[in-house]
């Protein structure tokens, strides 16, 4: 334990920073999403799993990364398994799951876009790629999720921005980077994905129909 308490202080890397943040929050949207539909521990300990790292692992699929980032980090999985107990430990305080959820799904969307932006930067990528395997990431896990929930996704809404959001952050993120850098562009396009989907969903703001 100690040993992981100081691999974790010792993280300088930006993105892999951000990669842990968008875990946790994706791991406690899918906590409190299973909560809503009274699953037991072990449903949502699965629907936390799959929220998390899903859309990363259809990722890695696609780009041929196999075996697939989570089955060689082993943090991961106990920084899921971490964030399960603290989000069960305070459920009682949440009060309104589908605020808390929507928040948290908004949040991991912006973080996990640029994780899989990043991953394709590393592959060499062209920029419109790196932002479609961006927002596989981003959207993927809720996918999963709300299917095993017997929800329609998110990102199949008629009446909701979801993967738009994604695809507008990846563009300020590119627009960006030469001119504040990698780290500070990368903050910019998680606070705008996250943003505008909070406030999309708030006003209720909607591509027109075909």
């Not at 929050?25 to 037991?40: E, H, N, R, T, W």
């Not at 790196?130 to 996918?143: D, E, K, Y």
């Amino acid at each position: 334990m100690f040993t992981f308490a100081a691999h974790m202080v010792s993280l300088s890397n930006f993105s892999y920073i951000i990669e842990i943040l968008g875990t946790v929050a994706f791991a406690m949207s899918g906590v409190y999403a299973a909560l809503a539909k009274k699953l037991d521990i072990f449903g949502v300990l699965v629907i936390a799993f799959v929220t998390a790292l899903g859309g990363g692992t259809v990722r890695d699929v696609l780009i041929g990364a196999t075996p697939v980032a989570w089955l060689k980090d082993t943090h991961t999985l106990l920084i899921i398994l971490a964030t399960v107990a603290i989000a069960l430990l305070f459920r009682k305080r949440m009060g309104n799951f589908q605020r808390t959820l929507m928040v948290l799904d908004a949040l991991g969307l912006g973080l996990f876009t640029v994780i899989g932006i990043h991953k394709g930067q590393m592959m060499g990528f062209s920029p419109g790629v790196c932002i479609a395997l961006g927002t596989i990431t981003g959207c993927f896990g809720g996918v999963v999720r709300d299917i095993m929930l017997n929800h329609i996704p998110a990102l199949f809404h008629v009446k909701e921005l979801y993967a738009t959001t994604c695809i507008a952050g990846g563009i300020v993120y590119f627009a960006l980077r030469s001119w504040l850098g990698e780290d500070p562009a990368q903050g910019v396009a998680v606070a705008t994905i996250s943003s505008l989907r909070i406030i999309s969903y708030l006003r209720k703001w909607y591509l027109p129909p075909l």
